[in-house]
Nanobody, 125 residues
Framework: QVQLVESGGGLVQAGGSLRLSCAVSGRTFSTNAVGWFRQAPGKEREFVGRITWTGLVTSYADSVKGRFTISKDIPKNTVYLQMDSLKPEDTAVYYC??????????????????WGQGTQVTVSS
């Protein structure tokens, strides 16, 4: 069993920055990974990026590449999503999620076994 608790959402103007946190507890292994997804009203859940539990490998969706950065604080077992140069189209509920095996398809939400509660990010124009 793994638990994920998110924090850090809010309202920001276009061009601004926010940092989301995802605190992870439970049994973890080096083969695991944490992904970030987002879901806007009326849209499907969208892959944002992923980091391996070792913190060594990150991957990003093209829509956020160069603006968002995923990192991991090893002692705190916390994963961060740093979002810079935010745009109104980044507005969504953001979720972190747990994947037990890094070789699973990272963009497929059904491959993630545990999810955080979600946090709202709103970017005003």
């Amino acid at each position: 069993q793994v638990q994920l608790v998110e924090s850090g959402g809010g309202l920001v103007q276009a061009g601004g920055s926010l940092r989301l946190s995802c605190a992870v507890s439970g049994r973890t292994f080096s083969t695991n990974a944490v992904g970030w997804f987002r879901q806007a009203p009326g849209k499907e859940r969208e892959f944002v990026g992923r980091i391996t539990w070792t913190g060594l490998v990150t991957s990003y969706a093209d829509s956020v590449k160069g603006r968002f950065t995923i990192s991991k604080d090893i002692p705190k077992n916390t994963v961060y999503l740093q979002m810079d140069s935010l745009k109104p189209e980044d507005t969504a509920v953001y979720y972190c999620a747990w994947m037990s095996q890094i070789y699973y398809t990272m963009t497929d939400p059904s491959k993630y076994e545990y999810w955080g509660q979600g946090t709202q990010v709103t970017v005003s124009s």
